[in-house]
């Protein structure tokens, strides 16, 4: 926090690439100084200007400036984070949000000169809130046709995850695997043998909560599931259903419980 009677401190983070620079003319002294100008105009004194130069706004990890920046921030070395542009900061609508989010929790304020946008008027937080409303818009409409997509496959069939044990994926299908046959010999262990979970989950390989999902796993009997919904799957069953009837039985005889999808 700042004395008393001095100004709020601020931070500047600037960053161009070689190619934007080239096109845009948007160079790092040109933003520093639109800045500079800006954060004085709004009453604060500029602490430190982080400069990430020739780097992408792809990944912030990235950019060794901006985990700096964010982590004097975390810090509390200054009561805001001054930008040029909404873009310098992240080109990734999410990732924006969810920083400038984090910054919010720290009692951080984020101005954008040119997108007018700043978290430290009434009118400013509106717009933020308004950005974040539409983020979390896109959030849930891709949600939802990533679950109508997965929703889709496993009404064909189709595995919708990675391949269980003992089968493997060729060409977007489940197919048994070449150690497919020791899923019915762990399935016959368990049911027939006097051995614990432990025992056998050490016996082949697994830990106890890999077993237990191995022993409780529809996919064995040619089936598919998805939020709650079981359907027919386009592979081949590896046990019965006799067998997989009697295994379920003798965990609820014994009090194990299951694996949650």
């Known amino acids: 926090m700042t004395p008393n009677n001095t100004k709020p401190l601020a931070a500047i983070y600037i960053r161009v690439s070689t190619e ?16 500079k100008n800006y954060a004085s105009a709004l009453g604060y004194e500029v602490l430190k200007i982080y400069k990430d130069e ?18 004097d921030a975390q810090a509390h070395k200054f009561q805001a984070i001054f930008v040029y542009k909404l873009d310098r900061f992240s080109r990734s609508l999410r990732d924006l949000i969810e920083t400038i989010a984090k910054l919010k929790e720290w009692n951080i304020d984020f101005v954008s000169l040119q997108d007018k946008i700043e978290t430290t008027s009434a009118s400013g937080k509106l717009m933020f809130h308004i950005i974040s409303a539409f983020a979390e818009f896109e959030r849930n409409v891709t949600g939802e046709r990533t679950k109508f997509s997965m929703d889709k496959k496993a009404r064909d069939g189709n595995p919708i995850t990675r391949a269980p044990y003992g089968y493997k994926i060729v060409e977007k299908k489940l197919i048994p695997s070449e150690n497919s046959y020791l899923v019915n010999e762990i399935f016959q262990d368990f049911l027939n043998q006097k051995i614990s979970l432990t025992q056998l989950a050490k016996k082949y390989g697994f830990s106890v909560n890999g077993l237990k999902k191995i022993l409780t796993n529809q996919a064995y009997l040619g089936k598919v599931k998805f939020d709650n919904q079981t359907h027919p799957g386009a592979h081949q069953p590896l046990i019965s259903s006799t067998l997989f009837n009697h295994v379920q039985n003798k965990f609820e005889t014994l009090g194990i419980n299951k694996i949650k999808d």
């Open 20 to 35: 934007e620079q080239a096109k845009q003319g948007i160079s790092l002294s040109a933003q520093e100084e639109a800045l």
């Open 54 to 71: 020739g780097k992408s706004a792809k990944d912030i990890k990235g950019r060794p400036e901006m985990m700096a920046i964010l982590e």
